[in-house]
């Protein structure tokens, strides 16, 4: 219960405002702002301040600055965004915002208040999280996205992780510098031993489908006469561990070339099978993901042979894109078959700008040779 006292200034003795009361026995004046929640109930918050004109000060201007839910810990407003954000994600992207939570956002920032999180304490979280700076950039991303839906609810007035430093990524190589040549695509199917697994790993090299892509693939989705194969949907595993079928990446459904290479690895893949039937799956019927093929094929003893210490199965698309520009292929035609949502990441694979020197020289040679032809005629 509140003292009288506490509604009266104890140097004038005068009553204090409404909102405001003195605390005796914290020295300070407490103000008292209410504002409608989250769920539409009224609620208050309060604030202690050491002076009068302060409190009347910061009351005023509470009335339209301060948000009711500002005080909620970042943990506790994850917990009720959370499944909104899952549920309007990619399972896969889901699995690793849950993982950038568990492991970087929430031991650092999970206690703080939402309305006292600043650019600071965000960089500061960033230089503490471990892992590359791509796993730190995904742990960001996620933070940022919780604090723009505190923003659209009116928690906060700013999404400060947007103004964060992004960490700088490493040094890397290009994509095509990643990708397997033609000599070494026949050497990695070969050292494969002769099943579905070669099969499959066969089909994500000629067509440069996603892994998942390839895993999904039907019977029905095969095109032998026209020789393309339609894409139309991906697995995944979701965050439980399980299974999901959804659509591409680029949540469009596209078409890949069928190679003659290819051919006889799938029509032997789709012997007695039915149009709804899965094209690739374990030997015991199970579908196929990145680690059950990893772990079949012996992919590390694959590194080995190829002297790849760093190839991922990923890096199959990379070679298709390769191939495709050495070819001849435009950039439109090479994006439509790789599924790429901008021609910006197409082009990185073309060798247009990285051969912008040897055409150059060639000018050169042929300018110098002009002038030296000239200077002959000249002497003659």
């Known amino acids: 219960m509140v003292s009288n006292n ?11 405002p409404e909102g405001i009361r003195y605390r005796a026995d914290r020295n300070r004046y407490q103000v008292r702002v209410w504002a409608i929640g989250l769920n539409g109930e009224w609620r208050e918050r309060s604030f202690l301040v050491p002076t009068l004109s302060e409190a009347k000060r910061f009351r005023a201007e509470a009335q ?47 206690h703080k208040k939402l309305e006292a999180i600043t650019v600071g304490d965000i960089e500061a979280a960033i230089a503490g999280w471990d892992g590359s700076a791509s796993t730190r950039i995904d742990a960001l991303a996620f933070l940022s996205r919780l604090l723009d839906n505190a923003m659209r609810a009116e928690i906060i007035p700013l999404n400060l992780a947007r103004l964060a430093r992004r960490p700088r990524p490493e040094a890397h190589h290009s994509l095509r510098s990643r990708a397997l040549t033609t000599e070494e695509v026949d050497l ?7 099943g ?36 139309r949907r991906s697995l995944s595993t979701g965050r439980t561990g399980q299974i999901v079928e959804q659509s591409p990446k680029s949540r469009k459904e596209r ?31 199970g579908k196929l993901n990145g680690s059950n093929v990893r772990r079949a094929v012996d992919w590390k003893s694959i590194r080995v042979k190829l002297d790849r210490e760093d190839l991922r199965i990923h890096d199959l698309r990379h070679t298709l894109a390769t191939m495709l520009f050495d070819a001849g292929a435009a950039a439109n035609d ?47």
Not at 263 to 285: I, S, Y
């Open 334 to 380: 090479v994006q439509a078959v790789l599924g790429h949502s901008s021609m910006q990441v197409t082009e990185k694979y073309s060798r247009a700008r990285a051969d912008v020197a040897v055409r150059a020289g060639r000018a050169l040679d042929q300018l110098f040779s002009a002038d030296e032809r000239k200077k002959q005629g000249e002497e003659r």
């Open 64 to 110: 339209t600055r301060i948000k009711p839910d500002g005080a909620m810990t970042l943990s506790g407003w994850h917990s009720q965004a959370w499944p909104a954000i899952r549920d309007s994600v990619r399972p896969s992207t889901a699995r690793a915002y849950d993982v950038s939570w568990r492991k970087r956002v929430k031991p650092w920032l999970g």
């Open 6 to 16: 506490a509604r009266l200034d104890p140097k004038t003795r005068k009553p204090l």
């Open 255 to 285: 078409t890949v070339p069928l190679p003659a290479k290819l051919r006889p690895h799938l029509t032997v893949a789709m012997q007695g099978k039915r149009r709804t039937e899965l094209v690739f799956t374990g030997p015991r019927g």
């Open 188 to 194: 990695l199917i070969a050292s494969i031993e002769d």
């Open 196 to 231: 579905v697994y070669r099969r499959y790993i066969a089909a994500l090299a000629y067509t440069g489908m996603r892994a998942g892509e390839g895993a999904a693939l039907k019977v029905g989705d095969v095109d032998l006469t026209a020789g393309v194969i339609h894409v």
